[in-house]
């Protein structure tokens, strides 16, 4: 069975900014470790945004073609 990248890449990041939200929850980081955590979780979901908003227009892409399955080159966002 072949692994989507993009989706091992999102579930990843999804992971990471769930472990940067209970690290913040905990309130046992400074204020500067508190800020880092908080500019990082940013990024990342931004980036989970942008991964999410890929796969809703590839979907949209392929159920405009009605019943017929067409496979289309799709070209991310860049960011």
């Not at 992971?15 to 940067?20: P, W």
């Amino acid at each position: 069975m072949l692994v989507d990248p993009q989706k091992v890449d999102f579930e990843r990041q999804l992971s990471n900014l769930e472990a940067l939200v209970t690290s913040l929850e905990s309130g046992d980081l400074s204020l500067e470790d508190s800020l880092t955590c908080f500019e990082k979780g940013i990024k990342i979901a931004r980036d989970c945004h942008n991964a999410l908003r890929n796969a809703e227009q590839r979907v949209e892409l392929l159920t405009h073609e009605g019943n017929a399955l067409v496979s289309h080159r799709f070209e991310p966002d860049q960011n």
